[in-house]
């Protein structure tokens, strides 16, 4: 799970690749009425890829605290969780 107040750049299904900070989005995978979870490459160092999931809380849900707090509780309780089954976090 990952949330970092960036803006997605551009429209995912659009000719240029959108953009969440360090991640290129490669397509959306689901929508919820809190967030939307993304398919995407971790871009680093001397073209070091990584692919990726993120969840992005849905920018209209940013400033309200009690959303941002599950958002949060959420992805504390998930990186706790390690099994093959699920997904790790690595970052928030």
Known sequence: AEYNGAAVTSQVQGSAPARLGKHRLVRRLAVGGM???Y????EGMAGFEKTVVLKRLHPEHT???ELLAMFLDEA????RLR???IAEVYDI
């Open 76 to 79: 504390r309780l998930m990186a």
């Open 83 to 85: 099994h093959p089954n």
């Open 35 to 37: 967030a939307e979870v």
């Open 63 to 65: 400033r309200d605290a």
């Open 39 to 42: 398919l995407a490459v971790a």
